[in-house]
């Protein structure tokens, strides 16, 4: 398994305050690799430094290559997506136009029909709202219309922010249930979050931020194990 991602001391400062402090983390091509933590732990920081929307220090590889000096654009366009905090999807655009801006970037008219009816298999709700306003959706509905307008970019990396956020638990149950068939698909995804015990049930491995800094590192199985899931982390 080759290296999709890796973080070298990557580090975010807004004026005094350091929200992430020398992080290292690295990911596997086909992980699922969950980022933990408390609120203000840093980690949608982090989300925003790998994508450049945040001005950062250290290193980021993507596939071996050295990104750090890119802007978001090229960053975007070597292959990293992001299913953002919020959601964020366009509320006045129907469900058909969202996924469509999702493949802006691609020339393939083909491909980009015959991934809409992939994630429309996937997210079959969708299917049935594709005329909709984006806005009339449900939240998870919405959530689950991010997920698909960020893989229809065919991502090398997908970004994953808190995707549980403000959901009723059987709907957050259903989103991380799609998150796992990405998974078994082979898209490698970064995952933030503060539900620990969804996200364990999919994730290869974890790292636990607390304070800007990894706390753990290790596979799920040994977080359960030890005294942070206590300390940091909800279920």
Same mark, same amino acid.
């Given at each position: 398994?080759?290296?999709?991602?890796?973080?070298?001391?990557?580090?975010?400062?807004?004026?005094?305050?350091?929200?992430? @402090?020398?992080?290292?983390?690295?990911?596997?091509?086909?992980?699922?690799?969950?980022?933990?933590?408390?609120?203000?732990?840093?980690? !949608? !920081?982090?989300?925003?430094? $790998?994508?450049?929307?945040?001005?950062?220090?250290?290193?980021? /590889?993507?596939?071996?290559?050295?990104?750090?000096?890119?802007?978001?654009?090229?960053? $975007?366009?070597?292959?990293?997506?992001?299913?953002?905090?919020? @959601?964020?999807?366009?509320?006045?655009? !129907?469900?058909?136009?969202?996924?469509?801006?999702?493949?802006?970037?691609? @020339?393939?008219?083909?491909?980009? @029909?015959?991934?809409?009816?992939?994630?429309?298999?996937? /997210?079959?709700?969708?299917?049935?709202?594709?005329?909709?306003?984006?806005?009339?959706?449900?939240?998870?509905? #919405? #959530?689950?219309?991010?997920?698909?307008?960020?893989?229809?970019?065919?991502?090398? &990396? &997908?970004?994953?922010?808190?995707?549980?956020?403000?959901?009723?638990?059987?709907?957050?149950?259903?989103?991380?249930?799609?998150?796992?068939?990405?998974?078994?698909?082979?898209?490698?995804?970064?995952?933030?979050?503060?539900?620990?015990?969804?996200?364990?049930?999919?994730?290869?491995?974890?790292?636990?931020?607390?304070?800007? #800094?990894?706390? /753990?590192?290790?596979?799920?199985?040994?977080?359960?194990?030890?005294?942070?899931?206590?300390?940091?982390?909800?279920?």
């Amino acid at each position: 398994m080759g290296e999709m991602l890796r973080l070298e001391g990557l580090t975010v400062s807004y004026g005094p305050v350091s929200a992430v @402090r020398g992080l290292d983390l690295t990911i596997g091509a086909g992980e699922l690799v969950a980022l933990l933590g408390p609120n203000g732990a840093g980690k !949608s !920081s982090t989300i925003g430094a $790998i994508t450049g929307l945040v001005p950062a220090g250290g290193r980021v /590889f993507l596939d071996g290559a050295d990104i750090s000096p890119l802007p978001t654009e090229a960053r $975007i366009g070597r292959g990293i997506a992001v299913s953002p905090e919020g @959601r964020h999807v366009f509320v006045n655009l !129907s469900v058909a136009e969202n996924l469509r801006l999702g493949a802006a970037t691609r @020339r393939d008219p083909a491909g980009v @029909r015959g991934d809409i009816e992939r994630y429309l298999a996937m /997210f079959p709700v969708l299917a049935e709202r594709m005329e909709q306003p984006a806005g009339t959706l449900s939240g998870g509905e #919405q #959530q689950m219309l991010a997920i698909a307008r960020a893989m229809m970019s065919k991502p090398r &990396l &997908l970004l994953l922010d808190e995707p549980s956020l403000g959901l009723a638990p059987m709907i957050v149950a259903r989103i991380f249930d799609l998150i796992g068939r990405l998974k078994e698909a082979g898209v490698t995804v970064l995952l933030v979050e503060q539900n620990a015990a969804q996200a364990m049930r999919f994730a290869d491995r974890v790292y636990v931020l607390a304070a800007g #800094q990894v706390s /753990f590192s290790g596979t799920p199985a040994e977080l359960s194990s030890s005294d942070l899931m206590a300390l940091y982390l909800r279920s």
